[in-house]
C-alpha cells in the first residue's frame, strides 16, 4: 500500500499528539514528535544553566550543541517512541512547566532549527511518518500529502493541560499555565525562523468541541482517503 507523510501543526496544547499517536498507530505509521527534540535542546540548556530564570547565553548554547544529541526509541510498552538526550531517557523531564516557559525562546534560535529539521526529514524520508510540531507542514515537509492545522480556544487547551500537569504531580497554578500557553504562542507565531502558520493547503480542524473519538476518526478517513487513492 501506497506510504504517506501527515504532518499536524497547530498552538500548543491543542492536542497534536494525542491524535497523531492514535493515527499512526491505526495506520502503522512511525510518529514523531518534534516539539519534544526542541524540549529535548531545552532540558540541556537548563541543565548546563545556559538558560536560568533571568538569562539566557545564546552563543553558548549555539556553540555547544555539536554534544546535544537527541535521539528516540520505541517504547513497546507505551507504543510509541520516547525521548533521549545524549543517551537519557528524558520523556518526563522534558513535560515540565519549566521546561515550556523557557522552549520557545530556544525554538526561536535557527540554528536549533536548522540541526533539528535536518534530523526530522532524514525520519522521514521513507515516509510512512505522522509528525506533530509548528513548522512540519510548510517547512519540514512542505511537500507532504496530508497536512492538519490544529486549533482550539486558548481556554480549552490551558485546561486540558493543566489537568495532565496536575496528573504528573506537578505543582502548578491554571494561571500560569494559561500564561504559558498565551505566551508560547505568540513567541511561536511571531518568531523569524518558521513561524508557526497554517500551511496553505492544511486542513484545519478546531477541536474545541470535538471528542477524541470524533477527532481522530475524521484525521482517519481523510487519511485512508489519500491512502486508498
Ligand atoms: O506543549 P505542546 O505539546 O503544545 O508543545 P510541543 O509540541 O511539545 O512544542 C514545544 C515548543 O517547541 C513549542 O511551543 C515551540 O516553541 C517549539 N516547536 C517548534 O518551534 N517547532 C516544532 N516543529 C515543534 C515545536
Redo the contacts with the bound molecule.
Sequence with gaps: MKKITITIDGF???G??TVAKQLAKALGYVYV????M??AVTLYAMQHQIITKDSFDIDRLISELDNVKVSFTYNDDLGFAEVYLNGKNVENDIRTLEV?QN??QV?EISEVRRMLVLQQQQMGKEKGVVM?????GTVVFPDAELKFFMTASAETRAKR?YKELLERNEVVSYDDVLKNVES?DL??STREDSPLMKAEDAIEIDNSNLSLVAQFETLHELAQTIINQ
Design positions: 500548543s496544547s491543542t497534536k499528539s514528535d518534534s516539539g519534544a526542541y524540549r515550556s522552549v520557545s525554538a506533530d510540531g509548528r513548522d512540519i493541560r508560547r513567541i511561536d
